[in-house]
């Protein structure tokens, strides 16, 4: 027996633990942000998404999503199962206790007489975790379903994000919609002006067709939008858990959605839910590696049999005297054809996958945060030199109108200089939208949370 323990041990030694493997991986990671600005070297993380928004119908609508999206119910029904699951694991370590009436019908003599017995005996088995086997496997499983309930916080995060970033899809159609709409009656005017200037003898009829055609094309824009708007509308429901009829109402005013705090490195990534869940699904396998080992030295099991006497009938069963049998055996397993061998080795390779698996989540969640940082940087200055240059286009549109009713450039001058500005706006309107979207997935990607929104 010590000798085996000794081979137990040294097999143990032959790979390190998930503690072991999880703080290599957190030295990888750096001690600042690079595509952080100067001004946020670290300091508190944006811990909750409540306090970056300021808008309370929009809370309101994440709440509803939180409480009757069926994806998000459906998943907390498997964890709610798994959770139950536990006891059915747990339940392999304790002792087992089964009652059993036994039937036995004898033939005493050559004539034929038979003799029936009736015995009720109670039975009890019990391994004693020697090894830690058992408390290795429930260690496996309590990991496993901590990992489903992380798995659970993160998809639950990630629909309240996308109910925040449908509705700055629904914000954006909206206003583009609004300044589309503004196209259709500028040009419609602007096909009045060509008109009249036509009755009076100045301009040509080419100037109302190229008038005409740019409405056209504009009206098209419209309708385009109006079908985004109702595409948009339906897929905001059904994440909210409604039937898809496009008939949520929405609004033009942007929310307010605050800068995110990125805080550290390490301290951002330890927040995230998928990362967490990695490092659970680590320990699992680590834990199922060791059981698997553990599996192969020997098993002590303690058993106990007893019954009252014997009789012809069950009352006579339960009346007659008892009779206790307790045995202690301990079993090695010799010969399964490499059984436990290959489910070792195989438990093995499942804790090498996740070590792996933990590396590649940690960097990919490591990049979402570079790339939403430096793109936040980007989307500002890109929104700053957007707004300065609507803003000079809209001076030029003053002067090009003038200098059309002057007769001193043409409509397609002046139709250009109006599809200009229009653009700007879009264009504008685009931007905030990528900008707020951004900062979104920015303090998804630092492990911001909505379990205010719960209470």
């Avoid at 449908?166 to 709409?181: F, G, H, M, T």
């Avoid at 040509?204 to 067709?209: E, K, P, S, W």
């Avoid at 490499?338 to 989540?361: I, K, N, P, T, Y």
């Avoid at 397609?412 to 200009?420: D, G, P, Q, Y």
């Amino acid at each position: 027996m010590v000798g085996v323990a000794l081979v137990f041990t040294g097999c143990g030694a032959a790979r390190p633990g998930a503690d072991v493997v999880a703080a290599d991986v957190w030295q990888t990671l750096p001690a600042q942000w690079s595509a952080a600005p100067s001004d946020q070297p670290g300091g508190p993380l944006t811990a909750h998404f409540l306090t970056l928004i300021e808008d309370t119908r929009l809370e309101a609508l994440i709440a509803e999503a939180f409480e009757a999206n069926h994806d998000l119910l459906a998943s907390a029904r498997r964890l709610d199962a798994a959770v139950r699951g536990l006891i059915e694991t747990k339940a392999s370590s304790w002792p087992e206790l089964v009652a059993e009436l036994r039937r036995t019908r004898t033939n005493l003599t050559f004539d034929g007489t038979i003799a029936t017995e009736e015995r009720l005996v109670l039975a009890s088995s019990w391994e004693i975790d020697l090894w830690g086997r058992l408390a290795k496997l429930d260690r496996a499983n309590v990991a496993e379903v901590e990992r489903l309930a992380l798995d659970f916080a993160a998809a639950r995060d990630a629909l309240g994000a996308r109910v925040i970033q449908s509705w700055l899809e629904l914000v954006s159609i909206r206003s583009a919609l609004q300044v589309e709409e503004t196209r259709v009656v500028i040009l419609e005017r602007l096909q009045a002006t060509i008109q009249r200037r036509y009755r009076t003898g100045i301009g040509t009829l080419d100037d109302l067709a190229v008038a005409r055609a740019a409405t056209d094309v504009a009206m098209a824009n419209v309708v385009a939008l109006h079908a985004e708007r109702e595409a948009a509308r339906r897929a905001l429901e059904v994440y909210l858990g409604r039937p898809p009829r496009a008939s949520l109402s929405g609004t033009a005013t942007w929310p307010e959605i605050g800068s995110v705090q990125v805080g550290y490195p390490l301290s951002a990534l330890l927040a995230r839910n998928d990362v967490a869940a990695a490092v659970r699904r680590l320990e699992a396998a680590d834990a199922a590696a060791a059981a698997a080992v553990r599996a192969r030295l020997p098993s002590l099991r303690l058993s106990a049999e007893g019954g009252r006497g014997r009789g012809t009938t069950v009352s006579d069963a339960i009346s007659v005297g008892s009779a206790w049998t307790l045995l202690t055996g301990v079993t090695q397993p010799i010969f399964q054809r490499g059984l436990l061998r290959a489910r070792s080795d195989a438990r093995r390779l499942e804790f090498e996958a996740a070590s792996e698996e933990l590396v590649a989540v940690v960097w990919r969640a490591a990049a979402e945060v570079e790339d939403a940082l430096a793109r936040e940087q980007a989307l500002l200055r890109q929104r700053s030199l957007l707004t300065s240059a609507a803003a000079k286009t809209a001076r030029a549109i003053r002067i090009q109108e003038e200098r059309y009713r002057l007769g001193l450039s043409s409509v397609v001058e002046l139709l250009s200089t109006r599809s200009n500005e229009l653009d700007l706006r879009r264009q504008v309107i685009a931007m905030e939208a990528e900008l707020l979207g951004n900062r979104i997935a920015l303090a998804l990607a630092v492990g911001a949370s909505f379990a205010e929104v719960e209470s």
